[in-house]
T-cell receptor, first 114, second 116 residues
Framework: AQSVTQLDSQVPVFEEAPVELRCNYSSSVSVYLFWYVQYPNQGLQLLLKYLSGSTLVKGINGFEAEFNKSQTSFHLRKPSVHISDTAEYFCAVRSQGGSEKLVFGKGTKLTVNP | DVKVTQSSRYLVKRTGEKVFLECVQDMDHENMFWYRQDPGLGLRLIYFSYDVKMKEKGDIPEGYSVSREKKERFSLILESASTNQTSMYLC???????????????FGPGTRLTVT
């Protein structure tokens, strides 16, 4: 079985500052990894995904994440955030070749202040 | 673009009522999912469906059932609503193969259900 830990439930930052949202996972098999974003009163939207290949993955809205197999991490980064990045971010994992289920972390609420 | 729609954005029901939440996707996806989202708990899987008339329990199926009579439609049923089922309900769909979907799930906008 897989599990996902998002280490920070809330992250406040100032506009134009860099941000890192941390995600660690646990799995006995190889996994696919995802970051989703949820803007207020909306569903989830895919930011980026790691399936295989290069460990640095670029997504929409200037976000990127790095897969680190030895540390079982998939941290999300953005070099300069905007007010519009205020949202909740979810990390998710799915085992390769196994269950169809995605396992989600509990979310990190990013608040960008002016 | 994949479109997943949910029948209501907001719903208020009384304790003991039977509640139907409907989800429709327009991309011919085989797999569909129902989640509930609660503050501090993230998303928890209630049920999912591999294909028409096929379903499997997720992590928290108690108090819920589902129906999938057509490929594009997946319904979540609360047989007798209770106050602890007050939550945000999210539907998702995906294609099982790598394809262009790359295993990701596509989400609807959610239904915020309040049971009083």
């Amino acid at each position: 079985a897989q599990s996902v830990t998002q280490l920070d439930s809330q992250v406040p930052v100032f506009e134009e500052a860099p941000v890192e949202l941390r995600c660690n996972y646990s799995s006995s098999v190889s996994v696919y990894l995802f970051w989703y974003v949820q803007y207020p009163n909306q569903g989830l939207q895919l930011l980026l995904k790691y399936l295989s290949g290069s460990t640095l993955v670029k997504g929409i809205n200037g976000f990127e994440a790095e897969f680190n197999k030895s540390q079982t991490s998939f941290h999300l980064r953005k070099p300069s955030v905007h007010i519009s990045d205020t949202a909740e971010y979810f990390c998710a994992v799915r085992s390769q070749g196994g269950s169809e289920k995605l396992v989600f972390g509990k979310g990190t609420k990013l608040t960008v202040n002016p | 673009d994949v479109k997943v729609t949910q029948s209501s954005r907001y719903l208020v029901k009384r304790t003991g009522e039977k509640v139907f939440l409907e989800c429709v996707q327009d991309m011919d996806h085989e797999n569909m999912f129902w989640y509930r989202q609660d503050p501090g708990l993230g998303l928890r899987l209630i049920y999912f469906s591999y294909d028409v008339k096929m379903k499997e329990k997720g992590d928290i199926p108690e108090g819920y059932s589902v129906s999938r009579e057509k490929k594009e439609r997946f319904s979540l049923i609360l047989e007798s609503a209770s106050t602890n089922q007050t939550s945000m309900y999210l539907c998702a769909s995906r294609t099982p193969g790598p394809g262009t979907g790359g295993y990701e799930q596509y989400f609807g906008p959610g239904t915020r259900l309040t049971v009083t």
